[in-house]
């Protein structure tokens, strides 16, 4: 929506995506839940893995690792 926001307004977008405006912006000054900022420390660390193992490990490997 951000990006389609230079272009519609916030209430065409909303009334499209059948969403309150109200809605949006509690979800826009929303922090992340427990599992986003788990998933952000885990593809962080996977990708560090990734570069560590010069990019040569796939998914299986990886998660053994």
Same mark, same amino acid.
């Given at each position: 929506?951000?990006? &389609?926001? !230079?272009? $519609?307004? &916030?209430? #065409? !977008?909303?009334?499209? !995506? ?5 809605? $949006? $912006?509690?979800?826009?000054? #929303? #922090? ?9 420390? /885990? ?8 570069? #560590?193992?010069?990019?040569? $490990?796939?998914?299986?490997? /990886?998660?053994?690792?």
């Amino acid at each position: 929506m951000k990006t &389609l926001r !230079l272009h $519609y307004p &916030l209430s #065409r !977008l909303c009334r499209v !995506l059948q969403v309150s405006r109200s809605g $949006y $912006y509690a979800w826009q000054h #929303r #922090r992340p839940s427990k599992r986003a900022q788990e998933n952000a420390r /885990l593809e962080v660390a996977i990708q560090a893995a990734h570069v #560590r193992t010069r990019q040569t $490990y796939g998914p299986e490997r /990886l998660q053994a690792e």
